[in-house]
């Protein structure tokens, strides 16, 4: 009989931490803003791009800083580099972040600063040592 528990357990164990929570507004724009960031920096790095991509506005973005909707509206609006289907989809993707901040998450998030310089010049992450 307590085998028989204990895998009871286990199995209502595995199906409570599969069932998670559906996304909030902030996930879903934290997630989607630092999938953008790196799509713009594989874009940067990438070889067989474009030259008109080094002309794009900067695209760093910290869904804290209120900047960052002037920073969307300015690269949506850049009107260079359409040709380019990866600049296209990201304009993509900047327009739909810049429409769920101001419209579906309106009163759900917070900017903690209105720091437009820090969206110019990202802050690198602390390098690990091993």
């Known amino acids: 009989k307590l085998p028989t528990m204990k895998m009871l ?10 069932c998670a929570a559906p996304p909030t507004c902030y996930s879903r724009v934290l ?10 920096k594989e874009l940067q790095t990438s070889k067989t791009v474009d030259s008109c991509v080094e002309m794009l506005p900067r695209l760093y973005l910290d869904i804290h800083n209120y900047c960052v909707l002037a920073k969307l509206r300015d690269f949506v609006a850049y009107p260079g580099c359409d040709r380019v289907v990866e600049v296209s989809e990201l304009k993509e993707k900047a327009r739909s972040l810049y429409t769920i901040l101001i419209s579906y998450c309106r009163r759900d998030l917070v900017f903690l600063t209105d720091d437009c310089n820090a969206l110019e010049i990202p802050i690198s992450p602390p390098i690990e040592h091993s």
């Open 31 to 40: 997630s989607l803003s630092k999938e953008i960031t790196e799509s713009f």
């Open 9 to 18: 357990l286990l199995l209502i164990a595995l199906l409570s931490s599969a």
